[in-house]
Every structure is written in structure tokens, then in C-alpha cells.
């Protein structure tokens, strides 16, 4: 399978450089029809707009987050700004339900939209790969279709046996803004770290840094030194690509710097833990094997 699909690869890069975009990765969905238990549904929280696409329940979604880019949900309505809410916007769609989870903000806009009486639920934040199936337990369970959701996890469950990568290559994940002066490494929880850890390699932040995000330093990443850095392509946009990678601090002076080992995955797939992400960890230990090689 890994041979196959190294061969059949189109998305390598000049260099070493390896870009993972939604059209390398497949999802799971049902074709079942359900009754659900309401008709307007807006989402924001992360990867549940993904999964109600996958409950074949696109018909009741009605408003999205910004995070939500599936080419499928492009004709749903954005009602954030950046990833703040905005209430207004949420309300004027008419909802009878509203998902979000912790990191859903700012209160003030929950607040206005529970006061407009419209029903909000929160469901779990997912960063790891057993956090998948609680998090559709969770929406089908809102939206009055549970037996599409256990469906759906037992479909996954066919796909949860990850490709892994000989050598347990050494990685990194930068999380980079450089448009608002944010660089950070990633640690343990970032949710990066499971998928690392799936396809057999080792996340050096997890390992050593106290925290999910860390700052970026040159003496924290030469300590570190991984083999392979792993980003969103966003991020590496807003450095100036390899290029402007290269010259941040610590980074050049890396195996993964040196040998150019960078892999960069679409911003909506890398942490949203949703019914693509196993084909995504398979994508990603073929790239991670490519750019090593």
C-alpha cells in the first residue's frame, strides 16, 4: 500500500518539501437517509461540519465556521469572523441548533445566541485519534441520529490500522502565523502528536517541551532537531514558503533544515479529527517516508 501509493504520488514537491491537500485524503460517509430531530443546524466547532457532511445530514446545515473549508460546504454560509462568532449572523440564519465546543468564542456571542432562545449544545473537543468516535457519538446524538453515528464509527473502524513508517522518524510541528508574529512548537496534546505517534514516528516536542504550544526559539528547535518538520500550509505561506522557513530561528541549522524534510498538510485537515483523518495519517506517513528518503 505505501509502495503504491509513493509511486503513484503527484503532490511532491521542488526539494524535499511534500504538501497534503484534501484532494489526496478520502472520508467515510452513509448514504442512509435519516430523520433528524431538527431542520437548522449551524456548526462551530471544529470538524463537525465534516462529520455532518458524512451523516449525509448536509440538508439541516444552514451556517458554518471559518474552519469548516470542505470543498462539499462551500455554499454554506461562513458566520464567523476569522474564528470569532458572530452572533448576528448566527441568528439571522434561524437555527433551531447551534454546536459548538470549548474553544467556540467569544461568550458574549454564545451568550447572545442562547438568549435569542435557540437551542445550543457543546460537544467534545477532539486531538486525538480515540477521540474520533465520542465526537460523532456526540453530533449525531444533537442532531437526533444516532444510529447514523454508530454507522459511521464502525465504517471508520475499518480504516483505524495506519500505515507506519520504518525508522521511527524524528518530527516536529510548527504551528506558524508569521502574518501576526506567532511561531510555535508544537508539545504534548497538540494534537499533531497523535498522528505523529500513528504512522510510528516520534514527536520530538511531545517528548520534550512542558506544553501543547511552545515558543519557537532556535535553542528549543536545535535541541530538538528533528528529522521532518511537519506544518499547515497556511503556515507555511505566511513565512514566504521553504524559503522563509529556512530563516527562521534554529530551523537551517536542523537535520530536517538541512535536508529541506518539510511536510505541509491543508489547514482544515491536519487537527480536525473527523472522518478523513485516517486517510490523512495514511498521507501522511507516505510523505513523511518520501521526504526522509
Known amino acids: 500500500m505505501l509502495a503504491l501509493a509513493l509511486s503513484g504520488c503527484a503532490n511532491s514537491q521542488a526539494l524535499n518539501e511534500y504538501s497534503i491537500s484534501e484532494s489526496d485524503v478520502s472520508t467515510v460517509s452513509i448514504n442512509e437517509t435519516s430523520v433528524f430531530a431538527v431542520a437548522r443546524v449551524v456548526v462551530l466547532a471544529n470538524g463537525v461540519a465534516e462529520i455532518m457532511d ?35 449572523k448566527v441568528i439571522a440564519l434561524k437555527p433551531d ?36 468516535a465520542p465526537k460523532i457519538r456526540a453530533v449525531s446524538n444533537a442532531i437526533g441520529a444516532p444510529t447514523a453515528g454508530e454507522t459511521l464509527i464502525s465504517k471508520l473502524a475499518v480504516q483505524a490500522k495506519p500505515v507506519i513508517v520504518p525508522g521511527k522518524p524524528r518530527i516536529a510541528f510548527l504551528y506558524l502565523r508569521g502574518t501576526s508574529a506567532i511561531y510555535l512548537v508544537g508539545g504534548p496534546g497538540s494534537g499533531a502528536d497523535s498522528l505523529i505517534s500513528a504512522i510510528g514516528g516520534v514527536d520530538v516536542g511531545a517528548q520534550e517541551l512542558p506544553r501543547a504550544f511552545n515558543t519557537l ?3 528549543s528547535l536545535a535541541a530538538l532537531n528533528p528529522d521532518v518538520l511537519l506544518l499547515m500550509t497556511k503556515g507555511l505561506e505566511s513565512v514566504g514558503g521553504i524559503d522563509g522557513l529556512l ?3 534554529g530551523v537551517a541549522q536542523t537535520l530536517a533544515g538541512k535536508n529541506k524534510a518539510v511536510v505541509d498538510v ?24 518520501k521526504v526522509i528518503k
Open 217 to 219: 526559539t532556535a535553542e
Open 247 to 249: 530563516k527562521l530561528p
Open 266 to 289: 491543508d489547514d482544515s485537515l491536519l487537527l480536525a479529527f473527523g472522518p478523513r483523518t485516517y486517510s490523512l495519517v495514511n498521507a501522511l506517513a507516505v510523505a513523511v517516508t
Open 54 to 88: 458524512s451523516l449525509n445530514a448536509r440538508s439541516i446545515l444552514v451556517g458554518r465556521d471559518i474552519s469548516s473549508t470542505e470543498f462539499s460546504l462551500q455554499s454554506i454560509p461562513i458566520v464567523t469572523s476569522g474564528h470569532q462568532v458572530i452572533a448576528e
Open 97 to 132: 441548533l447551534v454546536i459548538v465546543d470549548a474553544s467556540t468564542g467569544p461568550k458574549a456571542a454564545i451568550d447572545q445566541i442562547k438568549a435569542a432562545k435557540i437551542k445550543v449544545v457543546q460537544t467534545p473537543e477532539s486531538w486525538t485519534l480515540a477521540d474520533i
